[in-house]
C-alpha cells in the first residue's frame, strides 16, 4: 500500500486562531496591544494575515496567554508553509502541459516516481525526481548535460524521455560505492572484463560492476524509456566518479557489450571533456568514431580479426572455434561480421545470447 501524506487545500494564518484566543477571553485587540507593548495597527495586521508572528511576537503571546511560543511559532511556520505550497500548485497547474510530455506512467510502473493522487502532486513528484524545484531549474540543469551516449537514428526521440532515463540513472550510480578513478585501473579492468563475454548475467552483472567500481567508474543498468533510442551513456557524477549507463536495448549480448566497450572507450579517449546537448543525436563524428574503434579493438583486437578474416570460411563452425580461441563469446564475432558486412544481418544470429529483463536485474 503507498503511503499517503495528508497535505491542506486551504491555509489558515494564525490570526484567526488569535482572534479566537481573545473572542474567547472577552480581549480586546487594543487591550492586547496595550498588555504587549505592541501598535495597534500591528496587532490588526496579525489578525487579518498580514503580518506574521515573528518570535518575538510569539514570546508576548505567550506571557499574556499562557500558551507557549512554539505555538504560535508552528502555527506561523505551517501557514507559510502550506501558503508557499498552494502558491506553488498554482504555478505548476499552469504548467501542466510541459508536465505531460514526461513519460510519466511508465516511470511509476519501473517504480521511480509514486503514484501520487492529483495531477499537481504528481507534477511535485517527477520534479523531486529530478532533483529541480521549477521547470526553469530543470531546463538549465538539463538542456544540456554533460553526458556522451549512443543513440538510434531511426527513432523519433523526446529530450525529456531521455532525461528522465539519465536521471534515474544518475539516481542509482550515486548509490553505488566506487574508489577515486584511476585510468591506468580502468584499463586493467577492461581486459578482465572481456573475459565476462562468455558469462551469464548472474555472473557478469556484478563482476562487471565491482571492476569497474574498483576503478572508479560505476556501472547500471536502467530500463529504456518510450521515446528515447539510447543503448548506453558515460557521463561524470563527479570529479572521482564516472557513470556507464546501459538499457539493453536490442537485448542482445553483442550489442551489450559493444555499448559497454564504446562508453568505456569515451571515458578512456575523451575523459571529462565529453559533452551533448540533449537535444543532438549523439556526439560528434570523429569522437564517436573513436569510442566505436575503441571498442571493436578492446572486443577483437585487430591482428586476430585480420588474421581470421584471410582464412574465413563463412561457417558457424570456424566463428565458434575463432570465438573460443580469443575467449569470447562467439556472438560478438557473430554481430562484428555482421556490422562489416561479411555476413548479412539474418546469419548466424542462434549464436547470440539473448537477454530479457526480470524486475530489475538481467537474464537469459
Given at each position: 500500500?503507498?503511503?499517503?501524506?495528508?497535505?491542506?487545500?486551504?491555509?489558515?494564518?494564525?490570526?484567526?486562531?488569535?482572534q479566537?484566543?481573545?473572542?474567547?477571553r472577552?480581549?480586546?485587540?487594543?487591550?492586547?496591544?496595550?498588555?504587549?507593548?505592541?501598535?495597534?495597527?500591528t496587532i490588526?495586521?496579525?489578525?487579518?494575515?498580514?503580518?506574521?508572528?515573528t518570535?518575538?511576537?510569539?514570546?508576548?503571546?505567550?506571557?499574556?496567554?499562557?500558551?507557549?511560543?512554539?505555538?504560535?511559532?508552528?502555527?506561523?511556520?505551517?501557514?507559510?508553509?502550506t501558503?508557499a505550497?498552494?502558491?506553488?500548485?498554482?504555478?505548476?497547474?499552469e504548467?501542466?502541459?510541459?508536465?505531460?510530455?514526461?513519460?510519466?506512467?511508465?516511470?511509476?510502473?519501473f517504480?521511480?516516481?509514486?503514484?501520487?493522487?492529483?495531477?499537481?502532486?504528481?507534477f511535485?513528484e517527477?520534479?523531486?525526481?529530478?532533483?529541480?524545484?521549477?521547470?526553469?531549474?530543470?531546463?538549465?540543469v538539463w538542456?544540456?548535460?554533460?553526458?556522451?551516449?549512443?543513440q538510434s537514428?531511426?527513432?523519433?526521440?523526446?529530450?525529456?524521455?531521455?532525461?528522465?532515463?539519465?536521471?534515474?540513472?544518475?539516481?542509482?550510480?550515486?548509490?553505488?560505492?566506487c574508489?577515486?578513478?584511476?585510468?591506468s585501473?580502468f584499463?586493467k579492468?577492461?581486459?578482465?572484463?572481456?573475459?565476462?563475454?562468455?558469462?551469464?548475467?548472474?555472473?557478469?552483472?556484478?563482476?562487471l560492476?565491482?571492476l569497474?567500481?574498483?576503478?572508479?567508474?560505476?556501472?547500471?543498468?536502467?530500463r529504456e524509456?518510450?521515446?528515447?533510442?539510447?543503448?548506453?551513456?558515460?557521463?561524470?557524477l563527479?570529479?572521482?566518479?564516472?557513470?556507464?549507463?546501459?538499457?539493453l536495448?536490442?537485448?542482445?549480448?553483442?550489442?551489450l557489450?559493444?555499448?559497454?566497450f564504446h562508453?568505456?572507450?569515451h571515458i578512456?579517449?575523451?575523459?571529462?571533456?565529453?559533452?551533448?546537448?540533449?537535444?543532438?543525436?549523439?556526439?560528434?563524428?570523429?569522437?564517436?568514431?573513436?569510442?566505436?574503434?575503441?571498442?571493436?579493438?578492446?572486443?577483437?583486437?585487430?591482428?586476430?580479426?585480420?588474421?581470421?578474416l584471410?582464412?574465413?570460411?563463412?561457417?558457424?563452425?570456424?566463428?565458434?572455434?575463432?570465438?573460443?580461441?580469443?575467449?569470447?563469446?562467439p556472438?560478438?564475432?557473430?554481430?562484428?561480421l555482421?556490422?562489416?558486412?561479411v555476413?548479412?544481418?539474418?546469419?548466424?544470429?542462434?549464436?547470440?545470447?539473448r537477454l530479457?529483463?526480470s524486475?530489475?536485474?538481467?537474464t537469459?
Amino acid at each position: 500500500m503507498s503511503e499517503y501524506h495528508f497535505q491542506p487545500d486551504y491555509a489558515i494564518p494564525p490570526g484567526e486562531t488569535l482572534q479566537e484566543e481573545l473572542t474567547s477571553r472577552g480581549m480586546t485587540q487594543a487591550e492586547l496591544a496595550d498588555r504587549t507593548g505592541m501598535a495597534k495597527k500591528t496587532i490588526n495586521e496579525i489578525v487579518k494575515g498580514k503580518a506574521p508572528i515573528t518570535p518575538e511576537t510569539a514570546l508576548k503571546l505567550e506571557h499574556v496567554f499562557g500558551l507557549p511560543a512554539h505555538f504560535w511559532n508552528a502555527l506561523e511556520q505551517n501557514y507559510r508553509e502550506t501558503k508557499a505550497r498552494l502558491d506553488e500548485q498554482d504555478r505548476l497547474q499552469e504548467d501542466l502541459s510541459w508536465f505531460q510530455q514526461f513519460p510519466v506512467q511508465e516511470m511509476i510502473k519501473f517504480g521511480w516516481l509514486r503514484r501520487c493522487q492529483s495531477k499537481v502532486e504528481q507534477f511535485q513528484e517527477l520534479l523531486t525526481f529530478f532533483g529541480v524545484s521549477s521547470t526553469s531549474a530543470w531546463q538549465t540543469v538539463w538542456e544540456n548535460p554533460q553526458t556522451a551516449y549512443r543513440q538510434s537514428q531511426c527513432v523519433t526521440v523526446h529530450r525529456e524521455a531521455i532525461s528522465a532515463w539519465l536521471r534515474q540513472g544518475e539516481r542509482v550510480g550515486h548509490q553505488l560505492d566506487c574508489a577515486p578513478y584511476r585510468e591506468s585501473q580502468f584499463r586493467k579492468s577492461l581486459k578482465r572484463i572481456r573475459e565476462l563475454t562468455r558469462e551469464t548475467p548472474t555472473i557478469f552483472v556484478p563482476q562487471l560492476q565491482e571492476l569497474c567500481a574498483e576503478a572508479g567508474v560505476a556501472v547500471v543498468f536502467v530500463r529504456e524509456l518510450p521515446r528515447t533510442g539510447i543503448s548506453g551513456a558515460t557521463r561524470w557524477l563527479n570529479t572521482n566518479k564516472a557513470l556507464i549507463q546501459l538499457s539493453l536495448r536490442y537485448k542482445s549480448n553483442d550489442h551489450l557489450w559493444f555499448t559497454f566497450f564504446h562508453e568505456a572507450g569515451h571515458i578512456v579517449k575523451h575523459g571529462k571533456e565529453i559533452f551533448l546537448e540533449i537535444n543532438g543525436n549523439g556526439l560528434d563524428g570523429e569522437k564517436e568514431e573513436e569510442a566505436n574503434q575503441f571498442a571493436c579493438n578492446e572486443l577483437i583486437p585487430p591482428e586476430h580479426w585480420h588474421e581470421f578474416l584471410e582464412t574465413f570460411d563463412h561457417s558457424v563452425v570456424e566463428v565458434c572455434r575463432f570465438a573460443k580461441k580469443i575467449n569470447i563469446d562467439p556472438g560478438i564475432v557473430v554481430g562484428r561480421l555482421q556490422h562489416e558486412k561479411v555476413w548479412g544481418h539474418e546469419k548466424g544470429n542462434k549464436l547470440k545470447v539473448r537477454l530479457v529483463w526480470s524486475d530489475e536485474t538481467i537474464t537469459t
